[in-house]
């Protein structure tokens, strides 16, 4: 008899079990179910770095047993979980669970679980059984009607903040990115444009999500001046994204005065595309000289070492490096105390990660709306937890028109 059935069964008097064993079946369900989603995400992560081999034909990720027990609070109470462990001897190649953080001791609530059971496919009948494992019986309310009812909801959030009035707004940083899901009632997957944004207190907020095409000036450029039209009048300081995106010309005719700044993460990993596996990890640490270098000219410096070395056997991965070259170093000029967050991309990678991974190996969500919708609900929720800018007083000395050089502040001269 399966938990969920213990407890139909108590309702209707058929049996009167103790609460204690009904709490310790709810939180065995809920453990098998978490145990069971870990052990398949490692075992995708196997399966998808399966060909990655050493010169003698290892392989160079494989698993490796159990993390110690650790336990995770749920709404059925405390969850024992052995967390799957992964050996990833590639450079600077590391697994990371998107479904259990290595800091994570609480479940997700409601407002983030159903988002992302939607976007692994989940059907709208078996939310209960799924929420009531995770969560705890405090969800046996939310049936499939208002499981329904509550997607609607936060349809209606979600275009009310695509028209929210922008005017005072001021993003000193903006990064973009695209986004691809799996629609099942579409031929085609649809990408997600976002937008996010830093304010001038530091916080960062998400800005757009709006679907259109990656590569696509015009996609981009509705978006940009959507923004505009409700209000978005002062442009950003600094833009920083990957240089495949359309994004970067739409924003040259929407906000020609922005910076641009390429992602360093996105940078590598092309450049490297383009190199044999076994000289990857070397180049790998020359490019990482070059963003980590103390000033521009030291890694101007290095990115010439890294020319003069690979150009001769490998001058695709070179002319790749070379395309974006004042794009790649514009982050010198800003203060160093956000150096870290304006080199990458990674504030808006670090929180569609989990998205991509709950999608991969789904037929995806019912339509564009609702794919729209309950990524819109994702990443507010993760938002509450978004970094603060590093520094933020040095935000205000950057918007009054302030150089700095190498990231510091450059003093200026009293007559």
Same mark, same amino acid.
């Given at each position: 008899?399966?938990?969920?059935? &213990?407890?139909?069964?108590?309702?209707?008097?058929?049996?009167?079990?103790?609460?204690?064993?009904?709490?310790?079946?709810?939180?065995?369900?809920?453990?098998?179910?978490?145990?069971?989603?870990?052990?398949?995400?490692?075992?995708?992560?196997?399966?998808?770095?399966?060909?990655?081999?050493?010169?003698?034909?290892?392989?160079?990720?494989?698993?490796?047993?159990?993390?110690?027990?650790?336990?995770?609070?749920?709404?059925?109470?405390?969850?024992?979980?052995?967390?799957?462990?992964?050996?990833?001897?590639?450079?600077?190649?590391?697994?990371?669970?998107?479904?259990?953080?290595?800091?994570?001791?609480?479940?997700?609530?409601?407002?983030?679980?159903?988002?992302?059971?939607?976007?692994?496919?989940?059907?709208?009948?078996?939310?209960?059984?799924?929420?009531?494992?995770?969560?705890?019986?405090?969800?046996?309310?939310?049936?499939?009607?208002?499981?329904?009812?509550?997607?609607?909801?936060?349809?209606?959030?979600?275009?009310?903040?695509?028209?929210?009035?922008?005017?005072?707004?001021?993003? &000193?940083?903006?990064?973009?990115?695209?986004?691809?899901?799996?629609?099942?009632?579409?031929?085609?997957?649809?990408?997600?444009?976002?937008?996010?944004?830093?304010?001038?207190?530091?916080?960062?907020?998400?800005?757009?999500?709006?679907?259109?095409?990656?590569?696509?000036?015009?996609?981009?450029?509705?978006?940009?001046?959507?923004?505009?039209?409700?209000?978005?009048?002062?442009?950003?300081?600094?833009?920083?994204?990957?240089?495949?995106?359309?994004?970067?010309?739409?924003?040259?005719?929407?906000?020609?005065?922005?910076?641009?700044?390429?992602?360093?993460?996105?940078?590598?990993?092309?450049?490297?595309?383009?190199?044999?596996?076994?000289?990857?990890?070397?180049?790998?640490?020359?490019?990482?000289?070059?963003?980590?270098?103390?000033?521009?000219?030291?890694?101007?410096?290095?990115?010439?070492?890294?020319?003069?070395?690979?150009?001769?056997?490998?001058?695709?991965?070179?002319?790749?490096?070379?395309?974006?070259?004042?794009?790649?170093?514009?982050?010198?000029?800003?203060?160093?105390?956000?150096?870290?967050?304006?080199?990458?991309?990674?504030?808006?990678?670090?929180?569609?990660?989990?998205?991509?991974?709950?999608?991969?190996?789904?037929?995806?969500?019912?339509?564009?709306?609702?794919?729209?919708?309950?990524?819109?609900?994702?990443?507010?929720?993760?938002?509450?937890?978004?970094?603060?800018?590093?520094?933020?007083?040095?935000?205000?000395?950057?918007?009054?028109?302030?150089?700095?050089?190498?990231?510091?502040?450059?003093?200026?001269?009293?007559?």
């Amino acid at each position: 008899m399966s938990h969920l059935r &213990v407890i139909e069964a108590r309702n209707e008097g058929e049996i009167q079990a103790p609460r204690g064993v009904l709490d310790e079946i709810i939180r065995e369900g809920a453990r098998r179910l978490l145990q069971s989603a870990l052990e398949g995400e490692v075992r995708e992560y196997l399966e998808r770095n399966e060909r990655a081999r050493d010169g003698q034909g290892r392989r160079l990720v494989v698993g490796n047993g159990h993390l110690p027990q650790r336990t995770l609070v749920t709404g059925a109470g405390p969850v024992a979980i052995r967390q799957p462990r992964v050996r990833d001897r590639r450079a600077g190649e590391r697994f990371t669970s998107a479904i259990l953080p290595p800091y994570l001791r609480r479940a997700p609530s409601v407002e983030a679980l159903i988002p992302a059971l939607y976007l692994k496919g989940i059907s709208t009948m078996d939310f209960a059984e799924a929420l009531s494992a995770i969560l705890g019986p405090q969800t046996a309310g939310l049936s499939p009607t208002n499981i329904v009812r509550l997607k609607e909801q936060w349809a209606g959030e979600y275009k009310d903040w695509a028209r929210r009035d922008l005017r005072g707004k001021h993003y &000193v940083y903006l990064w973009a990115d695209g986004v691809y899901f799996n629609v099942r009632l579409e031929d085609e997957r649809i990408c997600m444009l976002v937008l996010m944004g830093a304010l001038p207190n530091g916080q960062k907020e998400l800005v757009a999500v709006w679907d259109g095409f990656r590569e696509s000036k015009d996609s981009w450029l509705e978006v940009l001046r959507d923004l505009k039209k409700r209000g978005l009048e002062r442009a950003p300081a600094l833009a920083i994204g990957d240089g495949a995106l359309g994004f970067w010309a739409a924003l040259q005719e929407a906000f020609p005065e922005t910076r641009q700044q390429r992602c360093w993460v996105h940078k590598t990993a092309n450049v490297l595309d383009k190199m044999p596996k076994k000289i990857q990890p070397h180049a790998k640490g020359m490019i990482h000289q070059m963003y980590m270098a103390e000033t521009k000219s030291d890694a101007i410096e290095a990115y010439k070492t890294f020319r003069q070395t690979y150009e001769a056997k490998y001058p695709r991965a070179c002319e790749c490096l070379a395309k974006d070259f004042e794009a790649l170093f514009a982050f010198y000029d800003f203060p160093a105390e956000h150096w870290i967050h304006i080199r990458t991309s990674n504030p808006i990678e670090s929180t569609f990660a989990t998205v991509r991974l709950r999608h991969r190996r789904t037929k995806g969500s019912g339509s564009t709306q609702a794919t729209l919708t309950m990524v819109y609900k994702l990443a507010t929720e993760a938002e509450k937890r978004w970094r603060k800018l590093n520094g933020p007083n040095r935000i205000a000395q950057l918007l009054d028109g302030a150089r700095f050089v190498n990231g510091i502040l450059e003093q200026q001269q009293v007559a």
